[in-house]
Every structure is written in structure tokens, then in C-alpha cells.
């Protein structure tokens, strides 16, 4: 783990040495030197540049193979999500590490909390058996709320099994493996159950999936040197927990531990699907709630696409809104693609705009699938994504991507210099 604790020290020599003479050359040998090493943190691997070459011949394609020998840099418009889940398994230290690694400059735990009540990075409150081994430890898949029951060939009734982290206490998280998100509806055993990866992903990093508190993702991101954005995950228990543990008791435990870490709110961008948790942040922990994040996935529909919903969201205090990225792209009479009513609204309400997600979809040569859906007759090639990726940026004006696969929207970054 030497890369965790050299990356902030290596981008902090960057920045004091970019206003050095460069007359004095001894400080450029050194300023070499640090470019030199930061080049060699960021690594992109080869999905940059085989997306570039799979794009439609234009301007953007040659803009951005220009970029292909640029020194590269962490950059705030690259938002790991999940980690890195294309390959590795989402919400794990060996996921989160990767996206780093890629110049991810942000990156995200969704926190759901135990039956002790700790807090947890896992994307849903009840995805243990899909995205850990639960279902193959007989003592914890006992206290699942549905314990694994096996296919039915005979009545063409699939596996199920529903495992939540409220079932378990930390100490039996944390003993978990993480795997990639998935599972095999027909399978008769749980450990068949573990299998069902898309075959655009891959089990090779699944041998190893460390799992981590919320506290203990805060520690790791600090000396990766990267910021964050918490997701507070909508419950499915019956709030308050237990009789006693409120939403508003949730949502202020997870902003409590970036405090008592030591970590700046200007680091940290903590989000949500329910309006009122960001409305709480807002109001009740302000220095945290400048950044607060409405995360947004209902459909485009009059009612929250006009300018009076944007307005009202803005008077209430909301300071941004990160919805899915089709939300926010439609296609124009020359099928080209273009922001919608809906992002241009937002940004003509002042509000900042943040996309999710792009490198989810797997091969776009069908049209993209759910992340696409307002554009699908323009997505045609694995390069469209970084398409989708420049009209947010340029002609939308968004923030910040998030991406299954860092790199990407990192490459991106550094060659438009965002």
C-alpha cells in the first residue's frame, strides 16, 4: 500500500512546482521528476485509448487521440463509482484502491447500516447475496430475512434469496468476501447461486473482495489522497429501526463520521435519492450541507422537468442534482445528441449538475440499454462513450461523471483540462 500513503504527497510537489522558472533548471529536473512519477501513479490501462479507436471518425476522435502521450493527473471530474465495478467487485478496498489508481478524484461508499447499527459500504441494504458469499455461510445465510432457497427445475421456479446488512452485525459483515454484483437464477446450490456474471465483466479479481466500514472506507480514501461522496441508501426496513434509530439519526451518524475523522466538508459531497436527507444536511449540518447531492432517476415528466420544479429545488436549498445521464440528453432532428429540457432548466436554476453513470452498460452496440434510453438511436460503438461523456461536459456543463471504469473519464478530463 506505498501508493496509498506517496499520492497526495507527489500531487502536492505537482502543484508547488507548476509556478517554478523555468529557467532554473535544476527546478525543472525536479518538476520532471514529480510529472514523471505522477504519470506513473495515474494508471490508465488500455480501455482509453481502445474506446478512442472504436469512435466515429470527427473532431472529438482526433482531439482526443492528440491527448495519447499527455502526463496525466487525478482530476475532481472523475467520480469512482462503487470502486471501479466494471472488473472488480463493487464496494471493496481492492476496488476502491483500482479506481484510485485510474485518477479517480472522488469516489463513492453507498452507506447502509447493520442490525448494531454501524455503518457499512455496500450499494443497497439488502444486496449481501448478490454482491458478497453470504449465501455459502450456512451460519449467516440462516439469519438472512430470505435465507437461499434452491431452483425448482420441475415448477421453472428460479433461486432466491434476500440477504440485508440490518440482518447481520458488523463483526459478520466484515467477514463477508465481496464478489461482482450477480447471481445464477437457476443455480441449486449456493455456491452456484454466487455465479451469473455478465460475460462483459469478469470474475478474475473475485477471489478477493475486502469489505469495509464506512469509517474504515473514510481512512482508506484519506490516504489515497482522493475526496469523497457518501450515499446515504434508502431503507427498506420500517423507519426508525428497531423503534429508535430515525432517518434523521442515520443520516446525521453518517455526516458525524467525516467530523470525527477530521475531514474538511469541503471534501465531501454526501448524497441521496430522498429529498429530505439532503433538506436535513442543508439545514441542520450546513457546513456539509453546501455540497449535498439530490440524486434523481424518476422519469422525464412535466412536473420535474420545468423551471418552477428546478426553481424549487434551488429555494429549498438543494445546491446540486445529480440525476441519470439520459435524463439530462435528447437527440435533435439530426440525431445528434444534445441537453434536454431537463438540463437546461436545472442549469438555468442555478443548480449544479453531476452524471452517473457512464462504463455500466457493457457493449454499446445495441443501443446502450437503461443508462442510454433518450438517446438509444445515437449509440451505436464502444466509443460513443466518450460522445455521451463531451456533451455532458461541454454543451450540458456538468461537474463531474461518475464511471463504472475511472480511467476513462479521466483521460477525459486530462485532455479538455477540466
Not at 470527427?58 to 472523475?78: H, I, R, Y
Not at 469512482?80 to 485510474?102: C, D, K
Not at 450540458?396 to 473519464?409: C, L, N
Request: with cysteine; proline share 6%; glycine share 6%.
Amino acid at each position: 500500500m506505498k501508493l496509498a500513503f506517496t499520492l497526495p504527497l507527489l500531487i502536492g510537489s505537482l502543484t508547488a512546482l507548476s509556478g517554478c522558472s523555468t529557467a532554473d533548471t535544476k527546478t525543472d529536473a525536479h518538476q520532471a521528476t514529480a510529472t514523471e512519477s505522477s504519470q506513473a501513479l495515474v494508471q490508465l490501462g488500455p480501455r482509453p485509448y481502445y474506446l478512442i479507436n472504436n469512435m466515429d471518425a470527427g473532431e472529438l476522435k482526433n482531439t482526443l487521440q492528440a491527448c495519447e502521450s499527455k502526463l496525466l493527473a487525478p482530476s475532481d471530474f472523475s467520480i469512482a463509482h462503487r470502486g471501479a465495478p466494471l472488473q472488480f467487485p463493487e464496494h471493496t478496498r481492492e476496488s476502491y484502491v483500482a479506481a484510485a489508481r485510474m485518477g479517480a478524484g472522488i469516489v463513492e461508499c453507498d452507506v447502509a447500516f447493520t442490525k448494531d447499527r454501524e455503518l457499512v459500504c455496500r450499494h443497497a441494504q439488502n444486496d449481501l447475496h448478490t454482491t458478497t458469499n453470504i449465501v455459502a455461510v450456512p451460519e449467516l445465510n440462516a439469519k438472512c430475512t430470505q435465507p437461499f432457497v434452491p431452483a425448482d427445475p420441475a415448477t421453472d421456479t428460479p433461486a432466491r434469496a434476500e440477504c440485508r446488512t440490518s440482518d447481520i452485525t458488523l463483526a459478520e459483515f466484515k467477514s463477508l468476501r465481496g464478489k461482482m454484483d450477480a447471481s445464477d437464477p437457476e443455480a441449486t446450490t449456493p455456491e452456484a447461486y454466487l455465479g451469473g456474471t455478465a460475460d462483459w465483466r469478469t470474475d478474475l479479481y473475485s477471489t478477493r473482495g475486502t469489505l469495509l466500514s464506512h469509517r474504515e472506507s473514510i481512512e482508506l480514501f484519506k490516504e489515497l489522497g482522493v475526496k469523497f461522496t457518501p450515499e446515504l441508501k434508502t431503507p427498506v426496513v420500517d423507519m426508525p429501526y428497531s423503534g429508535g434509530y430515525s432517518q434523521q439519526d442515520y443520516a446525521r451518524q453518517m455526516i458525524n463520521e467525516y467530523i470525527e475523522a477530521g475531514v474538511s466538508p469541503e471534501d465531501v459531497w454526501p448524497q441521496s435519492f430522498l429529498l429530505d436527507d439532503v433538506i436535513f444536511w442543508v439545514n441542520q449540518m450546513p457546513e456539509f450541507g453546501r455540497q449535498a447531492v439530490f440524486l434523481d432517476q424518476k422519469p422525464n415528466e412535466p412536473n420535474n422537468v420545468s423551471m418552477v420544479y428546478m426553481e424549487n429545488l434551488v429555494q429549498q436549498g438543494v445546491p446540486i442534482l445529480a440525476p441519470a445521464l439520459w435524463k439530462m440528453l435528447t437527440l435533435d432532428d439530426k440525431q445528434k445528441i444534445v441537453p434536454s429540457e431537463y438540463a437546461i432548466n436545472a442549469k438555468a436554476a442555478g443548480l449544479d449538475l453531476i452524471a452517473w453513470t457512464v462504463e455500466r452498460s457493457g457493449p454499446l452496440n445495441n443501443g446502450g440499454g437503461w443508462y442510454h434510453q433518450s438517446i438509444t438511436d445515437a449509440i451505436n460503438n464502444d466509443g460513443d462513450t466518450f460522445t455521451v461523456i463531451d456533451v455532458l461536459a461541454q454543451d450540458v456543463g456538468v461537474t463531474g461523471i461518475f464511471s463504472d471504469w475511472p480511467a476513462t473519464t479521466t483521460y477525459y478530463a486530462n485532455c479538455m483540462g477540466l
